[in-house]
């Protein structure tokens, strides 16, 4: 291998794009994680950055269902949930609005900027507008790392994408030889029938990129297995990379595999030659020991309840369900998550055979009730208990009923309700914009001494992420304290964060999204306490 001076000492930064072909959900973000954080491993200043086709200026509005969660920033942007892959495998990456755009940022960024005179009264078109726009974007995301990783959202040949394309032919002929790398994800089905693998779609998916006038550099080959040399060899032939630049994208049984195994094959080592960048050989320890206690069957299994609207789409879970696997490792256990449809929490039984209930973050009324039943279940019957967002609302409520506030309920199912102990946050406009209604990003919180939240923590100040537009109410709060309900966090002395109750194995309630800061080799401390309390039920 050609060595040149380590990175740190370049002057040119290096960009790999990573894009898909076949079919979507192929594992585009997984694999620009993985990448990332093998060169971080290498000891690169790494930046990641997804540019989502789709035309909505950001996925806060979209449905779970259409796009799975939308994972929250310090500085409060709502992203596609990739962000969250890119934060769990990239730990000393620092991530803003800048990391995420999609098309409709784009264009209204082009066509605000004509509305303002700033072409010049030139006609305003895709060429060269809109893909130096995404240039501009890509360059300013990126402009402190060593590397830059950018994935491209949805499947080449999809008419949406064809200007990022178009931007990343354009940049690799401005950035010269050497300096950016293309990686494309395609598909190798097994055909059992055959008792073959079959390349054909591999080599549809790369003449498609060829056609836009992309070469791609390296490809990654999703199957259910390991290609052998002689079907790498034949995908090369077909698709003018060579063999040694096919690498397998197996199927495994935790996404913290797939940099384990990329590494394995060989990807990072062929990436940082054909990027002419010397580094040292990953120390990837750690990271192993952490999937081993992942995988181990050997370990005790904790059964954690997840009443939720969303249960058949586990993506719009991804954080939350990952911070439970990141803990339960922790804690030397495994998690058996039960998604349980809020609408059916009634079944006593499965409650009943629950270590654990975790009530999630969510909007509108449907499911309430469901899930207000499986907090009075897990109140009444001593099973741990874990409200987040939505889930400490109705956490709060479910107990001010218990005290005889038959009444209670929030602003956002019941307007104009006299007994309102969830309402809109102060100061907020209620009107308009959905997003400018929210509170968004991360806030400090101030911790009571000896609470179950002090205790977890282990400090007196913490800053998390937030995504809600109600509170509880100031107005019952005290009230609520009075007869029993612990506010064990506040911001500004002010806003209710965290409540508890006394006389219970552990039932907690935050305000805030602690799923969006758990690290796989730094678990949360809130999903630590809540599975320590759930293997002693």
């Not at 991530?95 to 755009?101: R, V």
């Not at 054909?274 to 005790?300: A, C, H, K, N, Y």
């Not at 039984?349 to 899930?371: C, M």
């Not at 987040?388 to 309700?417: H, K, T, W």
Request: aromatic fraction near 8%; proline fraction near 5%; charge should be negative.
């Amino acid at each position: 291998m050609l060595k040149v001076p380590f990175l740190g000492m370049a002057k040119q930064k290096k960009t790999i794009f990573i894009t898909g072909g076949v079919l979507s959900s192929i594992g585009k973000g997984i694999s620009a994680a993985s990448i990332g954080m093998l060169m971080e491993q290498r000891g690169m200043r790494v930046s990641m950055l997804k540019m989502d086709p789709y035309i909505n200026i950001d996925p806060g509005t979209m449905s779970p269902l259409q796009h799975g969660e939308v994972f929250v920033l310090d500085d409060g942007s709502e992203t596609d949930l990739d962000l969250g892959h890119y934060s769990r495998f990239v730990r000393h990456a620092s991530f803003t609005k800048k990391n995420s755009f999609t098309t409709g940022r784009v264009y209204d960024a082009v066509i605000r900027r004509e509305r303002a005179g700033g072409y010049l009264g030139k006609t305003v078109q895709v060429i060269p507008h809109i893909t130096d726009e995404i240039q501009r974007l890509i360059r300013e995301a990126t402009e402190d790392a060593e590397v830059a990783i950018v994935e491209v959202g949805g499947t080449v040949g999809d008419i949406e994408g064809l200007p990022f394309l178009e931007a990343i032919r354009q940049m690799r002929t401005q950035e010269g030889v050497g300096n950016v790398l293309v990686v494309h994800l395609t598909l190798v089905p097994y055909i059992a029938a055959a008792r073959e693998l079959k390349t054909k779609p591999t080599q549809h998916s790369v003449r498609e990129l060829r056609a836009i006038g992309i070469q791609p550099d390296i490809l990654l080959c999703r199957s259910d297995r390991t290609l052998p040399k002689d079907v790498k060899d034949k995908i090369g032939l077909f698709c003018s990379v060579p063999g040694e630049q096919v690498f397998s994208a197996k199927d495994v049984a935790s996404i913290y595999e797939v940099p384990l195994y990329f590494h394995e094959e060989g990807l990072d080592e062929k990436i940082i030659e054909l990027l002419g960048i010397w580094s040292p050989r990953p120390d990837l320890g750690r990271w192993q020991e952490m999937v081993t206690r992942l995988l181990d069957p050997s370990l005790r299994v904790l059964r954690i309840g997840i009443i939720g609207k969303y249960t058949d789409a586990h993506d719009s879970y991804k954080s939350l369900s990952e911070a439970l696997a990141h803990a339960a490792g922790a804690q030397q256990a495994r998690v058996d998550m039960i998604f349980v449809d809020a609408e059916a929490a009634t079944d006593t039984a499965l409650l009943a055979s629950l270590d654990g209930i975790l009530v999630p973050g969510g909007f509108g009324e449907r499911g309430v009730a469901g899930k207000i039943a499986a907090i009075r279940y897990a109140r009444e019957h001593s099973i741990p208990y874990f409200g987040i967002c939505l889930g400490m609302q109705l956490m709060v409520i479910e107990y001010a009923r218990s005290l005889g506030m038959l009444e209670a309920n929030s602003s956002e199912f019941q307007p104009d309700g006299a007994w309102n102990v969830v309402d809109f946050m102060p100061g907020q406009s209620h009107d308009g914009d959905k997003g400018a209604s929210m509170r968004l990003g991360a806030y400090t919180c101030d911790l009571k001494p000896e609470t179950l939240a002090h205790q977890a923590y282990d400090r007196g100040q913490i800053s998390e992420r937030h995504r809600h537009r109600f509170e509880v109410s100031p107005k019952f709060s005290d009230l609520l304290q009075e007869k029993g309900l612990i506010v064990s966090g506040t911001h500004n002395d002010k806003l209710v964060e965290i409540v508890e109750l006394p006389g219970h194995p552990w039932f907690l309630g935050c305000q805030f999204h602690p799923e969006f800061l758990s690290h796989p080799l730094a678990p949360h401390p809130l999903f630590l306490a809540f599975l320590e309390a759930a293997g002693k039920k």
